[in-house]
DNA sequence: GATGAATGAGTTTTCATTCAT
DNA sequence: CATGAATGAAAACTCATTCAT
């Protein structure tokens, strides 16, 4: 019997991945994702219910290799390396997978982003808030709403990734860390 | 074809900014555009070559009316005092009109964008640039390449304006207030 | 402006009972509807929602032609009288129409009839339930539970329709008497 | 192909008749049979051709059993007996097997019906017009075309087996007799 | 024999665009 | 100009059948 493979997920995940960034996801095709992926368009069926559910898993799947796996290791250092950490993390991922961020881009505010993915996203939000709260109690962070300082660092990075990708600039540890005092500056109390 | 009826233009505008919020690029239709519209599906190709010219003149339309019209007007007053105004225009616009933030946000990356478009905001982020340039040579502004302290503007903008809509939090003078202070602590030297 | 024609709906239905008698109803697609009917495919969703409206629109609509148009002119005769007449109608048009007969039949029991269908039916039978019950009272016919009765009626007309449309034999006013003296018979006490 | 192991073959027949009378020949696939037989879709291939081959072999089988089957052995009695018996026989089939009577019903006149299937029911009805053509000679029965006599018979067993199988009405003896004595009365001279 | 993953042709349905009125 | 019926290519998804294990 063909064994079922999981690394055809990935296959499938590459694809789609690349393809999005390509011709974007209002063009992405179930048979365009087949072919690219090299099998038959039936094939991708088997691994995922519907185009939406594939498109909810890779999102999920991105969002936790990106940022969210690597939350928990660092909760014991102090709040600026925390953030300097995380900054870190999420621009390196950002621009060195460009492909994913656009996709990532493309997906977090279309129609097929499903309650549970944006779920993920407040988990992510969650955590910084806290780490918020925590600096501001420390004195180290002014004190402003979180709500209106959480949009600062995500659509920053968002931002700036996106168009260090589109200009093909390559990210330097410089790069990251101006770009955090920027950050941090506007922040801290 | 197109004729100037800008009454028409601007419910066929209105029509698509609303749906698009409602429903998504990905299931705007020109059939639901014409009828919510309260017209026929052919009279839109009477004012616009395709569904994309449509898309396009609308972000156009709006980009303009959001922030390039009021460039011209404030070059004479000082660096801190442009940049708040912008700020503020900005913020204002992306607040209370939600529906057309959502459609500029959906629009911005999608297939549909033209080159033409791209280049729109080209022009905003070379007046930008512009000033931070000087701001830099007056030593006001950090020193740091503009193309890094942009997204910071651009994304934190678009991001809060986004997250304020979905929360539906009405926008005031302290808000803008405070958020434009984070982002002038990021950036002055 | 092209004038909605609703000629087109009995295009569409001729080219529907026509297959249907050809292929069967599991090989009934959409496009082949189309192309029979000289159509464009997007065309019959102008006029039916999906391929189960289409077939229960249809079914409907042969169902009363065929038998529900007649039954509130004759109230007035005598029960036997009554019985024979809807018996030659039914037979009439199941022969006569031997295409529209064997779409009825595969639809009938198909996954593709609604309630709505099942409704019609209904009305019929109760309708023949009624004129029993009287019979019943008159002591002109046996007293037996009708829906004993009524399967003799339904599924001889269909059986024997469908057997002289296969093997093409002719129906004669003489056939239409005998058929329903048997029917008679069986019922009369 | 088709090795005899019957208990396999059982098995996927069971499932077959369950599955068509739950969802409808149409919506009836081979993975669902596979899957309520509890074996593999290629299974279902190492026993049967194709799918129409399962069916076709799967009506066979019923109709033998329900039918068929009893012919030969009560050639000697008199004619009325005959036929009540046979009545009998397939009344009780039909109502007791309703998911049988349902697979064979939706079968019957679809597009997987063969050539072959067609002669079994030839087969049954020569013999019953055999027993008829007899009746006429003894002058038992009315001197009418068998082939206008028969689809009384089949018709009505069909349809009222249908009938109490759909409003789960338990058949007696009673039934069995009052039924036919109503097709009896219908033909006897 | 048995399995079930893989295939890909075929199905229903959508929708940007055209065009007769 | 305005209409909206008509078009047909293309999309998501299904499923009988095959085949590597």
Same mark, same amino acid.
Not at 22 to 48: D, H, P
Not at 70 to 78: N, T
Not at 127 to 134: A, E, R, T, V, Y
């Given at each position: 019997?063909?064994?079922?493979?999981?690394?055809?997920?990935?296959?499938?995940?590459?694809?789609?991945?690349?393809?999005?960034?390509?011709?974007?996801?209002?063009?992405?095709?179930?048979?365009?994702?087949?072919?690219?992926?090299?099998?038959?368009?039936?094939?991708?069926?088997?691994?995922?219910?519907?185009?939406?559910?594939?498109?909810?898993?890779?999102?999920?799947?991105?969002?936790?290799?990106?940022?969210?796996?690597?939350?928990?290791?660092?909760?014991?250092?102090?709040?600026?390396?925390?953030?300097?950490?995380?900054?870190?993390?999420?621009?390196?991922?950002?621009?060195?997978?460009?492909?994913? +961020?656009?996709?990532?881009?493309?997906?977090?505010?279309? +129609?097929?982003?499903?309650?549970?993915?944006?779920? *993920?996203?407040?988990?992510?939000?969650?955590?910084?808030?806290? *780490? *918020?709260?925590?600096?501001?109690?420390?004195?180290?962070?002014?004190?402003?709403?979180?709500? *209106?300082?959480?949009?600062?660092?995500?659509?920053?990075?968002?931002?700036?990734?996106?168009?260090?990708?589109?200009?093909?600039?390559?990210?330097?540890?410089?790069?990251?860390?101006?770009?955090?005092?920027?950050?941090?500056?506007?922040?801290?109390?």
């Amino acid at each position: 019997m063909r064994v079922r493979d999981d690394t055809k997920i990935n296959t499938i995940f590459e694809a789609t991945t690349a393809l999005t960034s390509e011709v974007g996801l209002n063009r992405l095709t179930m048979s365009s994702i087949a072919q690219r992926a090299k099998m038959a368009c039936g094939t991708l069926y088997i691994y995922f219910d519907s185009k939406e559910r594939l498109l909810n898993e890779l999102y999920m799947h991105l969002f936790v290799g990106s940022t969210l796996s690597i939350l928990p290791s660092i909760g014991h250092l102090p709040l600026k390396k925390q953030l300097s950490i995380i900054w870190s993390k999420v621009l390196w991922f950002r621009v060195t997978n460009s492909s994913e +961020v656009i996709f990532m881009h493309q997906f977090r505010y279309s +129609v097929y982003a499903s309650e549970e993915t944006h779920k *993920l996203d407040d988990q992510f939000v969650g955590f910084i808030k806290n *780490l *918020l709260g925590q600096g501001k109690e420390e004195l180290i962070i002014k004190n402003i709403d979180s709500d *209106l300082i959480i949009p600062l660092f995500y659509g920053y990075a968002n931002n700036l990734a996106r168009q260090m990708a589109m200009d093909e600039v390559e990210i330097t540890d410089e790069i990251i860390d101006q770009t955090f005092h920027l950050c941090w500056d506007a922040i801290k109390s």
